[in-house]
């Protein structure tokens, strides 16, 4: 498995996973801002290379960047999944006119209304008579039971199903494809594909740099295997 030069580390988890309306553009925009300035003209010339997938049958099948395509697909998905699944549970604690964190309104003595987040917080606010401060403590309480409730661990599973889906795109981005027709897919993955990563995806930990290495990586390795009188 040929390694594109560059180490990468676990960015955020929070980088975004909702990019429906906007996937395709960003790919686009990347390739041709980030992939069309420092190897444009290598992908550009892919066009002008008749295809050889026939030929080139062998070499493709062993090929990793095919598996690791559609190790980030499978986690992409379940990523998703996880993803629209939290959000269909927040919408239900909005609909009851919760928020994504349990709060409770309370009210001072002078009347004003205002949002407390913790029974710390609740215990501090010198405004609150003992009244309206145990009111507030089993408001709060409800709020939190309810928000266990809805959302259960859907934050968790969420977050891992991101992690590891970032997991596999790193070490796709890494893996220089040892053939034309894999990295023809790893193109079309990457601009075409509604499970390919998005612009956002990209932007973290120079995966847009990590990218070109592989394509370099890539077409070095297609060059010399033709001038040693192989087929990639």
């Not at 629209?84 to 009347?111: C, H, M, N, W, Y």
């Not at 949002?115 to 089993?138: E, F, G, M, N």
């Not at 790193?170 to 990295?183: E, I, K, N, V």
């Amino acid at each position: 498995m040929t390694q594109a030069d560059r180490v990468l580390s676990t960015p955020p988890t929070s980088s975004s996973v909702s990019q429906e309306a906007a996937d395709v553009p960003s790919r686009r925009r990347f390739l041709s801002q980030a992939t069309g300035v420092a190897a444009g003209s290598a992908v550009l010339a892919l066009a002008a290379i008749p295809s050889v997938a026939a030929a080139a049958a062998p070499a493709a099948s062993l090929d990793p960047v095919f598996g690791l395509i559609e190790a980030h697909r499978a986690a992409a998905r379940v990523a998703a999944a996880a993803e629209a699944e939290k959000s269909r549970r927040e919408q239900i604690l909005l609909d009851e006119g919760g928020s994504f964190r349990p709060f409770v309104t309370a009210i001072s003595d002078g009347g004003a209304p205002f949002l407390v987040y913790s029974h710390k917080q609740i215990d501090q606010c010198p405004t609150l008579s003992d009244q309206q401060r145990d009111r507030a403590h089993a408001g709060l309480d409800v709020a939190k039971d309810r928000y266990s409730a809805v959302l259960g661990d859907i934050e968790n599973v969420a977050g891992d199903a991101r992690d590891l889906a970032d997991k596999h795109l790193d070490a796709l981005l890494s893996t220089a494809p040892t053939s034309m027709p894999g990295l023809r897919a790893l193109i079309d993955y990457i601009l075409m594909d509604d499970d390919g990563p998005t612009f956002d995806d990209l932007s973290w930990n120079d995966r847009q740099e990590t990218l070109i290495f592989s394509i370099g990586g890539a077409l070095d390795h297609i060059e010399s295997a033709r001038d040693d009188g192989g087929m990639a």
